[in-house]
T-cell receptor, first 113, second 111 residues
Framework: ETGVTQSPTHLIKTRGQQVTLRCSSQSGHNTVSWYQQALGQGPQFIFQYYREEENGRGNFPPRFSGLQFPNYSSELNVNALELDDSALYLC????????????FGPGTRLTVL | DAKTTQPPSMDCAEGRAANLPCNHSTISGNEYVYWYRQIHSQGPQYIIHGLKNNETNEMASLIITEDRKSSTLILPHATLRDTAVYYCIVRGHFGNEKLTFGTGTRLTIIP
């Protein structure tokens, strides 16, 4: 148990729809990162938020966006869903952006039909 | 981030030491070696990290070669619950440094 929770656990959407995934960080953690993990692959970095501002982004298009709230919970929003967006979406939190250890949540499994 | 190379799969007998190798020949002086593991359908779990000295914690030991171009993660007494995909990651230690995962090593513990 890492103290990081994600909701929902599973989700099915159709192509073109929009989706919002949620993450609740471990208490006191002010930095959250989101990752996408396709089947059989390692997680790929989407972006990171530090104190409610994005401060790092991977190779993902602008239709992937996020928010971090004052209580350090966060959201990942994906617009105009594509079939290739089907994946496990992971969030990871840590004490601050300089801390080494990231604590991952269990993930949300998104299926796009 | 420096690239890492790991064998795609390994087997280890239960109760024996599991030694997982990782090559990171392009590692730079300020980059750390991290190990995470991912048990099926769960989020990755932090195991250990190090810069140049060998490290040990309650989960594992990390042996880094003197030239820092390779390392070995050691699980001293493997159990069935250690069956997982193990990722070796090299990253800097400041700012917005992300974790760059490869495909890892699938370790299977044999009863």
């Amino acid at each position: 148990e890492t103290g990081v929770t994600q909701s929902p656990t599973h989700l099915i959407k159709t192509r073109g729809q929009q989706v919002t995934l949620r993450c609740s960080s471990q208490s006191g953690h002010n930095t959250v990162s989101w990752y996408q993990q396709a089947l059989g692959q390692g997680p790929q970095f989407i972006f990171q938020y530090y104190r409610e501002e994005e401060n790092g982004r991977g190779n993902f298009p602008p239709r992937f966006s996020g928010l971090q709230f004052p209580n350090y919970s966060s959201e990942l929003n994906v617009n105009a869903l594509e079939l290739d967006d089907s994946a496990l979406y992971l969030c990871a939190s840590r004490w601050d952006r300089y801390t080494d250890t990231q604590y991952f949540g269990p993930g949300t499994r998104l299926t796009v039909l | 981030d420096a690239k890492t190379t790991q064998p795609p799969s390994m087997d280890c007998a239960e109760g024996r030491a599991a030694n997982l190798p990782c090559n990171h020949s392009t590692i730079s002086g300020n980059e750390y070696v991290y190990w995470y593991r991912q048990i099926h359908s769960q989020g990755p779990q932090y195991i250990i990290h190090g810069l140049k000295n060998n490290e040990t914690n309650e989960m594992a030991s990390l042996i880094i070669t003197e030239d820092r171009k390779s390392s070995t993660l050691i699980l001293p007494h493997a159990t069935l619950r250690d069956t997982a995909v193990y990722y070796c990651i090299v990253r800097g230690h400041f700012g917005n440094e992300k974790l760059t995962f490869g495909t890892g090593t699938r370790l299977t513990i044999i009863p």
